[in-house]
């Protein structure tokens, strides 16, 4: 089969098309013919060397964590899927390539009212997203801050808050394009970080309270301002790290607030919580998809042979939701 390769550590240019054995899937697996897959930062790590694939190593060396696509073969143990079943999932790696193999568990039936395009731009972000506010335990009324709110997680993070009853929805972006773009998503209170200071902006929008919940994609560079920001027992969760990895920490003003700070990662997690959190992102989020309440929203598409300029568009920071590679 057809498939990206990472031939060196490098920029965009060392991502090349070729020929690789196609996957083979155990008695509890799937084969799965890949429609279409979409770009994460981490994609751009793992081609710089800096992300490695957890498990063994492989003999070649293909991104991607996430598909859409449709079931060539179901193994022996597998019940409720059959060949012509379209499906979607995320992956520890692999997606940039004609076919996948995936455990049973971490696939959820495509929407019938997706195409294959909008399906491959919806599992790593959504479920991500849902996960992180699910382990902040948000409840209706609280109020999130949702940084990058124009990143797919992000894009993700606003609306499933919506749906779970946060209010309200504040989010911080580098523009005034992407905050309106958020804004037309269910973003109630836009803030752009190279204007304004959002720790203070925060503030202000709760009346003084701070937010409840806080979904952080930048990391070091925001953890004082996130301290700022967090309401009395709110709850920081940190799912990535493009400001930094190491920070001073005010223990003095995490114990006034009574927060808690959590990390969170999906990739590396094992099967049996990576296929809870995709049940329950199928319980929660799916309908909300299948009935149009939650849009997921496609920046711009590439062929999977333009890998090479899809990610050097992902490096300009231009893209307000995801980018995908139709295979």
Do not use: W
């Not at 124009?150 to 499933?160: F, K, L, P, T």
């Amino acid at each position: 089969m057809k498939a990206v390769v990472i031939t060196e550590y490098g920029g965009p240019e060392v991502l090349r098309m070729s020929e690789i054995p196609d996957p083979v899937a155990g008695p509890e697996d799937l084969l799965i013919a890949v429609r279409a897959t979409a770009l994460n930062r981490g994609d751009l790590l793992q081609r710089r060397g800096l992300y490695p694939q957890p498990g063994p190593a492989a003999d070649h060396e293909v991104p991607g964590l996430e598909f859409a696509g449709e079931v060539i073969e179901a193994g022996s143990r597998v019940e409720g899927y059959a060949p012509g079943d379209r499906v979607m999932g995320v992956l520890v790696g692999a997606s940039y390539a004609e076919k996948v193999v995936t455990h049973h568990r971490c696939v959820v039936r495509i929407p019938d009212r997706l195409s294959y395009t909008e399906a491959a731009s919806i599992p790593e972000a959504y479920i991500t997203a849902h996960d992180a506010l699910v382990q902040c335990d948000l409840r209706a009324g609280e109020s999130v801050l949702v940084h990058a709110a124009g990143s797919g997680v992000g894009i993700a993070a606003i609306q499933v808050a919506r749906t779970l009853g946060a209010t309200p929805v504040i989010g911080t972006a580098g523009s005034d394009a992407k905050l309106a773009a958020a804004a037309r998503l269910g973003l109630e209170v836009g803030i752009d970080y190279t204007k304004k200071d959002f720790s203070v902006e925060v503030m202000e929008a709760t009346g003084g309270r701070g937010a409840d919940v806080i979904v952080d994609f930048i990391g070091a560079s925001y953890l004082d301002r996130n301290l700022k920001s967090v309401a009395e027992c709110g709850r920081i969760i940190v799912i990535g790290m493009l400001g930094g990895i190491a920070a001073e920490l005010n223990l003095a003003l995490l114990l006034a607030r009574r927060a808690s700070i959590m990390g969170t990662l999906l990739r590396p997690r094992p099967l049996e919580q990576k296929a809870a959190a995709t049940r329950a992102f199928e319980r929660s989020v799916i309908p909300h998809i299948a009935s149009g309440r939650i849009e997921p929203v496609v920046d711009r598409v590439f062929a999977l042979a333009d890998v090479a300029k899809a990610h050097a568009y992902m490096e300009t920071n231009a893209n307000f939701g995801k980018i995908v590679l139709e295979v």
